[in-house]
């Protein structure tokens, strides 16, 4: 609860310091009228069970502006993670549209053949075969979209089959220059048809065929644009992991996985291109996700929000209390006290308590023999064999233990040994700009 505190509130003790008075002071004149009045004090006053905490406007709004910048940093996060995979449903959801699509045109070829053929106009054993070869290329497509929509390749689902209102891209041409509504889209397909039925059966034919070659290149392009991202993705995860000491082959990826072991069956002797794609892009995607599993407990997130301000970098050092050279095992990070202290990587808490010249300090275990030390904070929020997820808050900035003002000293270490923290941050940085 917060009010603003004026001058009238005179139950409250006065802030300032006065000697002390003799027994008798003289009696005050009241003031008089038009004398200058103080002015209203401003602050904001917090009030909880009886107790009152006067906080000044700049500080009541920079604590009112870290909180919506981080709600909106909270909803651009949710954004990203919720549309991430929509352009790739919206290429799926075409791709099946333009298959029914193919399927009306291929009936509406065939029954034009029939007719043709009751008039002899067309032989109709050789319509029959040049049908028949677009049907199972057209069956061909269908596999292909299968493979699409699989779990292997992408997250989402073609639409079903037979809604009425869905609009069908024409396939006899593909240069439309915008999509248009279901009655057009109809209409134009409709006046597509008899243009090319008006040439002759065999041209309707070859135009059929040219437009299911062109979705198989669009199809072809796809993945090679899937395989390409996934290729580099992981190469610039698996550079990172490598500059940090760190063997992908032996580092463990995740925790509570299991089930027997099924081998990838690769694609047969001479498969076409579709089809080792298709192989190629699973093979990346899988190692991608591999080392994004790995990163997920590697610490190379900022224990803080925001820019990092180092007061004191890893390293050797004069003492700030005895004034001799030390070693100083990790890096201290300005701050204000209260502020949130988050976990660098996901692991479990094995301190959670003061611990000596640390203050008030929390180290996690990380697994693959990385920990991580958060220490003189002012608050611990987390306790011992607790799980933590990247960007938990652990505790709350502050001045425990061996410390000269409010700051938090963050540690990395491999194997219990301190290292620099400054190659993970920097490591984290890569990361962000993949």
């Known amino acids: 609860m917060s009010v ?34 103080h002015r209203a004090n401003h602050d904001y006053t917090l ?6 905490v006067r906080i000044g406007p700049v500080a009541f709004w920079i604590v009112v502006g870290t909180l919506v910048v981080m709600g909106v940093w909270t909803l651009g996060t949710g954004t990203y993670f919720a549309f991430k995979d929509n352009v790739l449903s919206r290429l799926i959801g075409r791709q099946a549209e333009m298959q029914f699509a ?54 989402g689902s073609i639409p079903r089959r037979g809604h009425p209102e869905r609009a069908k891209p024409s396939p006899i041409s593909d240069d439309d220059p915008a999509p248009a509504t279901t009655p057009d ?95 190629r892009v699973a093979l990346a995607r899988a190692q991608a996700d591999r080392y994004s599993r790995i990163l997920v407990h590697v610490p190379v997130r900022k224990p803080i929000t925001g820019e990092i301000d180092v007061s004191s970098p890893f390293g050797v050092r004069s003492d700030p209390f005895l004034g001799r050279p030390a070693m100083h095992t990790g890096m201290d990070m300005r701050g204000d006290t209260g502020d949130p202290v988050r976990a660098t990587a996901a692991g479990t808490v094995v301190t959670a308590g003061w611990n000596g010249g640390y203050g008030k300090m929390v180290e996690i275990d990380h697994g693959n023999q990385f920990s991580t030390r958060y220490g003189h904070m002012s608050q611990i929020d987390v306790r011992v064999g607790q799980h933590i997820k990247i960007g938990d808050i ?17 540690e990395t270490r491999i194997n219990d040994e301190a290292v620099n923290p400054t190659r993970f941050l920097k490591a984290g940085e890569r990361l962000g700009a993949l």
């Open 4 to 37: 603003r505190q004026g001058a009238s509130m005179s139950h409250l003790p006065s802030p300032y310091y006065y000697p002390a008075q003799p027994a008798a002071a003289p009696q005050q004149r009241a003031p008089h009228e038009g004398a200058p009045r």
């Open 47 to 52: 009030v909880h069970h009886g107790r009152q």
């Open 102 to 155: 193919y399927e009306d045109r291929i009936a509406e070829l065939r029954s034009q053949v029939d007719r043709i053929a009751s008039r002899q106009l067309l032989d109709q054993e050789q319509v029959e075969r040049k049908v028949e070869a677009l049907m199972r290329r057209q069956q061909t497509l269908e596999q292909r979209s299968a493979a699409f929509g699989s779990g292997d390749l992408v997250t």
């Open 185 to 279: 889209r109809r209409a134009s397909l409709t006046g597509k048809l008899g243009r090319a039925l008006s040439g002759g059966i065999e041209g309707a034919l070859v135009r059929a065929e040219h437009s299911m070659e062109r979705v198989e290149k669009r199809q072809i392009g796809a993945l090679t644009g899937m395989e390409e991202k996934f290729d580099t993705r992981a190469r610039n995860m698996r550079g990172v992991l490598a500059d940090l000491g760190v063997n992908p082959a032996k580092a463990k990826a995740a925790d509570a996985v299991g089930g027997p072991f099924v081998p990838v069956k690769p694609p047969r002797a001479g498969a076409d291109q579709f089809n080792q794609l298709v192989y």
């Open 394 to 410: 652990v505790g709350r900035i502050g001045s425990t233990g061996r410390s000269t003002g409010p700051h938090l000293h963050y």
